[in-house]
């Protein structure tokens, strides 16, 4: 049978949002309480790790065995520019959805790709930014600061990841010229989903690197 | 025929029967009986946990059990009873009934549902395979910090213990998406949100229960595993950590635990009163308020299992108020069941039996758990026997008892056959009777300094005698429910002779207007819905009782198609998590695989 004869026999939905729709949403509130746990255990560590190196710059820490002013390893200039493209990446989105949904597949393709491209780049100088801050002596277990700040920045890389990785699939789709504008939902999902962790990163961003 | 049953043009219909038919079902009644079976398996192994427990504390300085075999059966008991036999008791009660009271053909995603439960199998049998190792996890079931620390657990147990509650908390959550959206969208035209049964009313806050508790012990969980594994310092003091941390995250997920668990219950016995009581449920508004506003506060009251880690008078005090708070929308709750059964014209058939035994117990459970809301009283009562006391009479009085009616009267819904009233009510004097010789006495234990999480007791304490009741009383509850099980034998051997209609106990809600046990489609033709309680419309306008309804073709009715993928995926996930304990970064990876090939398989195969 062919797919639009799938998609009409499902009946009309009691509020009339779409299911999957609905199931993505309520999927990101959900996350929405992960995020929070994590970023909360970030706060709550604020100050408490017993040795450097640490988030800022600090005048007392202990680092190599002895107490000494530290400097902070945070890059806040590499992580504003992948804050920003990451950002943008959301509007990209929103452009290609907008190329599906008027079944204009140069306008879809090109944006889609672009979007793609920035996650892959903020996914790159998350790698680069971990790597830096291991050869800064800020290993996993190095102290609180580092296993929250780790686990929180590494969780929503995963999730930037998982989301490179969804929307190359639909990427494809287009491509193969299998993502007709009936079926630009299939993308907006993905957008959503996108979106979503963007703004976590709007929250992260702010609260573990800006505020000292 | 209805205009959503369309023509339809696949190959042959798969077969219907045998092992694959299972494995790769989509059909949210057979993974009903699947959750069913499983959690009923549980339940069993759990209370075989119960009775070893009781056996050791029947006699004070007891050597039947060690130390540490004792730590791992009441941890796994706990563990045990709460994800993998009541969580899922509801699960099965959400798959089978959910679709059928809200009009539809079934769940949202069927195969994500059929998801839910492969990870959830597969999560209790691995946290269950923990004893074959001799390593059953030992630090109780909330894992409380620095218990759990590599320096205190050295051992496997606590390993087994986290990444099986990581793997059944995929499962939660897939379930609550599934039926959050399902119970939103897939509603008969005028179910509206006010017309619908108050089963599915409790359901669907627990799914939202569920959603926004289940990520915070994820993570809880997630900082666990890598102070275990990579020596992260989460939870350890040495190295700046806090272990009050864990208590907090636990418990924020710990307190909705508890309406995660009695919210289904509550449902039940307010689907089971007004049909036995020839009247609709009293208070229905204020019963759907009660309940959100419940689940609502059930976030602001965490800190109540903490007051003895000295969190300050404020926080103490706040706590304590919102959690005293909590018994206005429970007593509004037992206010409208006693409604419900007032003036009614009773029918004291089984399931009205546990419904009442509910109502008497959850209130005693109910009652107990307000004098803990006092911090001076709680500091007397926690880690204590009375604190033992009071969750079972929340849990078995209150969860268990409901389930067990809530089988009794929907068993024939789902086998075709009735379950015997006669053996029923003998059940029910025997559990009644054992329940409260079993609990009871443990308030008084527990008020005499009896610690909880111990393995004996020291004779001449005044101790001696109320173990004994207890132990007396847990043996009646095997009994009880070892004649649950030869009622299901004879009835099963003599189903013939006693086939159920589909409308035994003359029902409200629109699962009684299909045959039992129901077909495929569920409904040849989606119903519309006018009011509440409307197959008692239906009656009052047909003059009677419906004619009986008939099985149809419904070869014509497009029903999504098996699958295996979710089955796949759900392998590939728990090897995912396996193998942060054994085997480490490669089994990791060759889950995330099967896990990625599962997953694409499953959204790019036709779902007809
Ligand atoms: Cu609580």
Redesign the pocket.
């Known amino acids: 049978m062919s797919h639009a004869d799938a998609h009409a026999m499902h009946p009309p939905t009691a509020t009339g949002l779409d299911t999957r729709k609905l199931a993505i949403w309520t999927f990101i509130g959900s996350e929405c309480l992960f995020f929070a746990s994590l970023i909360s255990t970030y706060l709550v560590y604020k100050g408490k790790s017993l040795v450097g190196p640490l988030p800022h710059d600090a005048s007392q820490c202990m680092l190599d065995g002895r107490m000494q002013q530290c400097e902070g390893v945070f890059e806040i200039p590499l992580v504003t520019f992948g804050t920003a493209v990451l950002l943008f990446s959301s509007y990209f989105v929103v452009k290609a959805l907008s190329g599906a949904q008027r079944g204009n597949r140069k306008q879809l393709i090109g944006w889609l790709s672009a979007t793609v491209v920035g996650g892959l780049f903020f996914v790159g100088m998350q790698v680069y930014e971990f790597y830096h801050f291991f050869h800064k002596g800020l290993g996993y277990t190095t102290n609180v600061f580092s296993a929250s700040f780790y686990t929180l920045t590494g969780f929503h890389g995963t999730h930037v990841t998982l989301g490179v990785i969804w929307l190359s699939t639909v990427l494809v789709l287009a491509i193969r010229g299998k993502l007709p504008p009936e079926k630009a939902l299939n993308l907006e999902l993905a957008a959503l989903y996108w979106h979503f962790v963007d703004v976590v990163w709007i929250v992260i961003f702010p609260v573990v690197y800006l505020m000292k | 025929m209805a205009t959503s049953a369309r023509e339809h043009a696949h190959a042959p219909a798969p077969s219907k029967t045998g092992l694959w038919s299972w494995l790769t079902t989509v059909d949210h009644k057979r993974i009903g009986i699947l959750y069913g079976a499983s959690a009923f398996i549980f339940f069993l192994i759990g209370g075989l946990e119960a009775l070893l427990i009781r056996w050791q504390l029947r006699i004070p300085e007891n050597n039947f059990l060690s130390a540490e075999a004792y730590n791992q059966l009441f941890t796994m008991h706990g563990t045990t009873m709460v994800f993998l036999a009541v969580m899922p008791l509801s699960a099965m009660l959400f798959n089978y009934l959910i679709p059928l009271m809200i009009g539809a053909r079934d769940v949202a995603f069927p195969r994500l549902n059929a998801f839910s439960y492969w990870v959830f199998i597969l999560g209790g049998l691995f946290m269950n395979a923990s004893f074959l190792f001799n390593a059953a996890p030992d630090a109780g079931w909330f894992g409380y910090a620095n218990l759990t620390s590599k320096q205190y657990s050295p051992g496997m147990n606590v390993d087994f213990w986290v990444i099986g509650l990581q793997i059944l908390g995929v499962a939660s959550l897939a379930a609550a998406v599934n039926f959050f959206v399902t119970i939103i969208n897939l509603r008969a035209p005028g179910m509206k949100l006010m017309r619908m049964p108050m089963f599915v009313w409790m359901s669907m806050i627990t799914q939202v229960l569920l959603l926004l508790a289940f990520p915070v012990i994820t993570v809880a969980l997630v900082f666990l595993l890598t102070d275990r594994m990579f020596g992260t310092g989460f939870y350890i003091p040495a190295q700046g950590g806090d272990p009050i941390l864990w208590q907090h995250l636990f ?1 924020i997920f ?2 909705p635990e ?1 309406y995660i668990l009695i919210l289904p219950p509550f449902g039940i016995v307010s689907e089971i009163l007004p049909v036995f009581s020839r009247k609709p449920l009293f208070g229905y508004a204020a019963m759907v308020f009660s309940g959100a506003f419940i689940a609502f506060l ?1 976030f602001g ?2 800190s ?2 903490m007051f003895s880690t000295g969190l300050g008078p404020i926080a103490d005090s706040v706590f304590s108020l919102t ?1 005293m708070l909590i018994a206005i929308p429970t007593g509004v709750k037992i206010f409208n069941w006693i409604g419900t059964l007032w003036g009614g014209s009773l029918q004291m058939k089984t399931p009205l039996y546990y419904a009442l035994g509910f109502i008497a117990l959850f209130v005693i459970g109910g009652l107990s ?1 307000v004098m803990h809301a006092s911090p001076p009283a709680d500091l007397q009562q926690t880690d204590t026997y009375f604190v033992v006391a009071h969750f079972h009479y929340v849990l078995f009085g209150g969860a268990i008892f409901a389930m067990v009616g809530g089988a009794f009267y929907w068993w024939p819904k789902m086998f075709g056959y009735m379950l015997r009233e006669g053996l029923g009510k003998v059940q029910f004097w025997i559990m009644f009777i054992a329940m409260n010789l079993t609990f009871f006495p443990m308030h008084y234990a527990g008020l005499h300094g009896m610690p909880r999480r111990t393995y004996t007791y020291v004779a001449g304490l005044g101790l001696d005698w109320l173990n004994l009741v207890e132990t007396i009383g847990s043996l009646g509850l095997a009994v009880a429910f070892t004649l649950f099980m030869v009622n299901i034998f004879v009835s099963f051997r003599g189903r013939k002779a006693n086939p159920a209609p589909a409308d035994p106990w003359n029902g409200a809600t629109l699962e009684w207007s299909i045959p039992s046990p129901p077909q495929e489609f569920n409904f040849p033709e989606i119903p519309t819905v006018e009011g509440r309680d409307p197959l008692w419309t239906a009656k009052r306008k047909h003059g009677g009782p419906l004619p009986e309804p008939k099985r149809v073709d419904g070869s014509n009715i497009h029903l999504p198609n098996p699958s295996y993928w979710p089955l796949v995926t759900a392998i590939g996930m728990s090897i995912m998590l396996i193998g942060f304990m054994a085997g480490g970064l490669p089994v990791n990876l060759i889950g995330v695989a099967i896990l990625f090939f599962g997953a694409f398989r499953w959204a790019f195969e036709p779902t007809g």
């Open positions: 418990w710990g307190h508890v059930g009251v965490w109540h299992h959690t758990g």
